[in-house]
């Protein structure tokens, strides 16, 4: 069955410490990924995607992924967080022409200011 | 445009009353989605539309029954309410690509 697994449930950091936030997808064939943000009280926003070409991707407030498709993941990376950083992230992905999306759990993260 | 609208944005309900929630995209999307998200378990597809005229189950449909009214319109029905469908409720909606749009979500308890 296709899932996404996010590793890392909680994490809490302290401004300006790097973040990765692990994604591996389990599905064999071409597929289209993203990462989704909810901050506190509000609704999912696009963070990222990647659907082919380069894959190292960037999106906004200076998150980036990288696609390995040898390892089928798809980790979130940003060098410096801020305490505005502070949400929920979900990892997903949708195979070929699925009009379904695949979710992950989510991973809670917390900024120290 | 406004994106993704959801009325109301928080409701109660007592055990057994029904109630629609409503779901407008103005992006001319072609396919709409509603989901529930609750801790710890993320987002979990109730039922989905990928055209006018068309609805489909998702993951989890059973007490909820919806219509899609038109190409905007998507709404979703508890015709019994019961506590474990308190939950956030999340609409969204697709074009041609995969990128889903979400709207800003109804908060429902049901005591």
């Known amino acids: 069955a296709q899932s996404v697994s996010q590793h890392n449930h909680h994490v809490i950091l302290s401004e300006a410490a790097s973040l990765e936030l692990g994604c591996n997808y389990s599905?064999?064939?071409?597929?289209?990924l993203f990462w989704y943000v909810q901050y506190p009280g509000q609704h999912l926003q696009l963070l990222l995607k990647?659907?082919?070409?380069d894959p190292l991707v960037k999106g906004i407030k200076g998150f980036e992924a990288e696609f390995i498709k040898s390892k089928f993941s798809f980790n979130l990376r940003k060098p410096s967080v801020q305490w505005s950083d502070t949400a929920e992230y979900f990892c997903?992905?949708?195979?070929?022409?699925?009009?379904?999306?695949?979710w992950g759990l989510g991973t809670s993260l917390a900024v120290n200011p | 445009n406004a994106g993704v609208t959801q009325t109301p944005k928080f409701q109660v309900l007592k055990t057994g009353q029904s109630m629609t929630l409503q779901c407008a995209q103005d992006?001319?999307?072609?396919?709409m989605y509603w989901y529930r998200q609750d801790p710890g378990m993320g987002l979990r597809l109730i039922y989905y539309?990928?055209?006018?005229?068309?609805?489909d189950k998702g993951e989890v449909p059973n007490g909820y029954n919806v219509s899609r009214l038109n190409k905007r319109e998507f709404s979703l029905r508890l015709e019994s309410a019961a506590p474990s469908q308190t939950s956030v409720y999340f609409c969204?909606?697709?074009?041609?690509?995969?990128?889903?749009?979400f709207g800003p979500g109804t908060r429902l308890t049901v005591l």
């Open positions: 969204a909606s697709r074009a041609s690509g995969p990128e889903q749009f």
């Open positions: 539309s990928a055209s006018e005229g068309t609805t």
């Open positions: 997903a992905f949708n195979a070929g022409n699925n009009r379904k999306l695949i």
């Open positions: 990647y659907f082919s070409g």
């Open positions: 992006m001319n999307h072609n396919s």
């Open positions: 599905y064999g064939g071409t597929v289209n």
